[in-house]
């Protein structure tokens, strides 16, 4: 990997951000600035420079002690001492001095004072009025930063598919009650199940426009009226979600519905098909001159181009119009598809059910099997089972499985890939189970080369069948345990797995869907099969199920390219590398 000036030049400044924080010499804080700031106006690149063994004190602003760093850097691509410093001042603090009013000597305070590290321990000591209790820091400057931290969240204000769910549910059946609501209808990127929404977007039909509207503003949860007219209306609910709300006449609920479900790109493609055979196409319809043609069901509209119905979560305009017209667009996966759940914890680890309910709520579901995939030791945050735990509980798993009919329990591991790459358990312990779950519950901030051999490594285990959560990311605006993806080569992953004979997860779970939807469709296209599973803790979280296989849909997968909706025998088959 070649290490460009701008990687040397962040290096650098980062060193002199956590220095400076710590209160060192200004002068010694000054000599990496300088470094930065030459090297990243320069034109030659030092690696070049380094390779040639030209002498890097010749650049202006670099003496020695930094040119024997910048040669570190450029040969590992790292700094050891960053390391060092990183282990005694989280490298989160330096993200607190772009605030206002806070100066390197402000942050020190506070992280030895409140403990603050982070943006969120931030706004959180801003909310409970704690940061004025700091010397130097009045109430004025605790305003100044609630008020800047308050306009970046709502710059990044997203709600996660599940939240957003839960909030618009019972909105949902409110309006349905409403006397003359004919239809009621989410469009908006959560009709097209994206992970994250923006805000929500309702559709209705019904004689009296302006009634409705009024139902709607009147509705227990809303927290402020944002605008009111006589067909549209938007409002603000719990947790600050936006709901906009329009009334439509029946001839034209399709061509709404199709216009408000976007994607805005895969709308402006559409219109520009329409251009091209002389129509103009809104939100009201299609028209031929004055004429509408076309606009009460998104059907209609979509024959009127000679195109099949498109599923809400392929309008991303990713290929989907052009598959349509050449009749070659995916059946995808569904839900009923699904014949098993490939990673759950049950209390042997640090699920909230036993084996015997987890077992048994599988079963309501009509699951044909349900692996049991417990965490093992490494993971500390969770009593983990060790080899002789694990032996134990194949028996009592094979036991158990003797009591059902038409169900299996299938032993498994949600096995930890260590740093170096190596597994948590013995592979003689490992071979003995019907399925071995691999992930990476540590060191998620390798860099891209270490993080793709580590993962590689674990792939070459040949006792490993499927690798969860692949990214590791945390999502959700609102989620305290947010984390970004660990950053590796997907690609060479995907190949490694498929070329080995193993799968990778798109994880259920609200909080990660990892698989992204790229991701997945990424999958699809190099012919690697994935695995949907909830990672359940608990009996309910069975359910997370549907949100994994809406990121499979939107990836466009179908039933064949999911393991899981293979019999017990075929998957059998599957997961023999
Ligand atoms: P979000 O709310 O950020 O999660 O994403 P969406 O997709 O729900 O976007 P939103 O709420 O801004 O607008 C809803 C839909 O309205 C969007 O998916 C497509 C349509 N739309 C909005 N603006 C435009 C536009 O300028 N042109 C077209 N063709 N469609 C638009
Ligand atoms: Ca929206
Ligand atoms: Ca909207
Ligand atoms: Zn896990």
Redesign the pocket.
Known sequence: MPVYNRDVARILDQVADLLEIEGADSFRVRAYRNAAQSISTMSREVATMVDEGEDLTEIRGIGESIAEKIEEIVKTGDLGQLAQIEERTPAELTELLDLPGLGPKRVQTLHEELGIETLDDLRDAAERNRIRTVSGLGDRTEARIARELEQRHDEER?TRIDVAEEIVTPLLDYLCGIEGVEQVAV????R?R?E??????LLATGADGEQIIRHFTEYEDVREVISQGKTRSTVRLRLDMQV?LRVVADESYGAALL??????A???AL?NMALDEGLKINEYGVFRDDERIAGATEEQIYDLFDLPYIVPELRENRGELEAAAEGKLPELVTVDDIRGDLQIHTTASDGKNTLEEMAAAAQERGYAYLAVTDHSPHVSVTQGLDAEALARRIDEIQELNESFNDFRLLTGIEVDILKDGSLDLPDDILKRLDIVVAAVHSAFNLDREEQTERILRALDNPTVHILVHPTGRRIGERNPRKRPPAEMDMERVMEAAKERGCFLEINASPSRLDLSDAYAKMAGEIGLKLAISTDAHSTTELDFIRYGVDQARRGWFGPDGIVNTRSWSDLKALLKR
């Open positions: 997203r469009a908006g990127s959560y097209r994206q994250t929404v923006g805000d929500l977007d906009d216009y408000f479900t976007g994607s805005k895969h709308g402006i219109r």
